[in-house]
């Protein structure tokens, strides 16, 4: 069994920067590809980022390219979101993923395990 838990949600200004963290343990982080969700009010949950087992491969939504970096540490068992640059549509919950694939996945139903989620607020 996996868990996952999210944590450096906070309060932030427009422009401003957050890193997210998703702490594994259960099982070696190396053997799943990874993913960040995210959730606001009102709305479904959507894509953020996903990296591969070994980090060679990344992808990002579109809303966020170039503005956010999906990186891994499989020696601390540790997925980050790098957030630069954030805007108030940012606000959200944000959830870390897992899944015992060699494909980083965008679609949500392909991941088996997920965190409880941490709530990141952009002010504008």
């Known amino acids: 069994q996996v868990q996952l838990v999210e944590s450096g949600g906070g309060l932030v200004q427009a422009g401003g920067s957050l890193r997210l963290s998703c702490a594994v343990s259960?099982?070696?982080?190396?053997?799943?590809?990874m993913g960040w969700f995210r959730q606001a009010p009102g709305n479904e949950r959507e894509f953020v980022a996903a990296?591969?087992?070994?980090?060679?491969?990344?992808y990002y939504a579109d809303s966020v390219k170039g503005r956010f970096t999906i990186s891994r540490d499989n020696a601390k068992n540790t997925v980050y979101l790098q957030m630069n640059s954030l805007k108030p549509e940012d606000t959200a919950v944000y959830y870390c993923?897992?899944?015992?694939?060699?494909?980083?996945?965008?679609?949500?139903?392909?991941?088996?395990?997920w965190g409880q989620g941490t709530q990141v607020t952009v002010s504008s």
């Open positions: 993923a897992a899944d015992a694939s060699a494909i980083p996945w965008r679609d949500e139903v392909r991941y088996e395990y």
């Open positions: 990296i591969s087992r070994n980090g060679g491969l990344t």
């Open positions: 259960g099982r070696t982080s190396s053997g799943y590809a």
